[in-house]
């Protein structure tokens, strides 16, 4: 499957983006990543077949890599990269707000909608599990619904991938993608990440955790999955330049 063969299904649903700036990041490795905007929600689909950024959307899942580009491409806008992942991650690490009991480093990271109850839900839900708190406030008290649980989110990897943002190489421990994260894997609600020299070349990255991750759900998780597939599992998310 290619872009070119692949339809955007139909949808009514009415296109309201709604975009919150994440500032600039320095991350662990001393890499700078400009401030930019990033959804607030998971994508939906409006009704002229473009990404919508909305509370009420049902996210668009059984999305393959490349019509999920193409989606946020054609909405004005880009899908999330793996710098840009990266940045929020590490941005929503350092707010105490996003900690249970409130306290940097102390107990574990919020973990979003991981226990199976519910499916891909529009970011206007809210479960009836206090544990399950999808919200992430970002250091300028702006806040994200589902950086970790609910769906995985595909990435445009920027780090090790080619131009079409697939993983291209193996990772290095001195990539920011397995080093960014200042917990191992599955430490303190970081989420699942790989060892540091994995190979994922021709998959696309995908970050997050799902509805079913459980433990394993966090805002440093990395993953992949094959980018020419659809999975029910499996979202994006968009992102545009401060001030557009």
Not at 104 to 113: D, V
Not at 162 to 182: K, M, Q
Not at 224 to 231: A, L, M, Q, S, T
Request: one cysteine or more.
């Amino acid at each position: 499957m290619n872009m070119r063969d692949t339809a955007l299904p139909a949808s009514t649903e009415a296109a309201i983006d709604l975009f919150v700036t994440v500032p600039e990041t320095t991350l662990p490795n001393g890499q700078v990543v400009p401030s930019f905007q990033v959804g607030q929600y998971l994508c939906s689909l409006a009704a002229d077949g473009k990404a919508a950024v909305t509370a009420e959307g049902e996210p668009f899942v059984e999305v393959d890599y490349d019509t999920a580009r193409r989606a946020c491409t054609n909405a004005g806008y880009a899908l999330i990269t793996e710098t840009q992942a990266l940045a929020l991650a590490h941005n929503v690490s350092q707010v105490a707000a996003n900690w249970i009991g409130g306290v940097i480093g102390e107990s574990s990271l919020k973990q979003g909608l991981r226990y199976s109850t519910y499916e891909g839900k529009p970011g206007s839900f809210v479960s009836d599990n206090a544990d399950e708190d999808r919200w992430f406030v970002l250091s300028n008290g702006e806040r994200v619904c589902d950086v970790a649980g609910n769906l995985f989110t595909w990435v445009f990897d920027d780090v090790q991938g080619n131009d079409r943002g697939i993983v291209a190489r193996a990772f290095t421990p001195e990539s920011p993608s397995v080093s960014t994260s200042p917990y191992a894997s599955r430490e303190k609600g970081a989420g699942w990440q790989p060892s540091k020299t994995a190979d994922w070349s021709s998959r696309a990255l995908i970050r997050g955790g799902f509805w079913y991750s459980e433990a394993l759900a966090g805002v440093f998780y990395l993953g992949y999955d094959w980018p020419d597939d659809r999975y029910d599992n499996v979202g994006f998310r968009c992102t545009k330049p401060v001030g557009l």
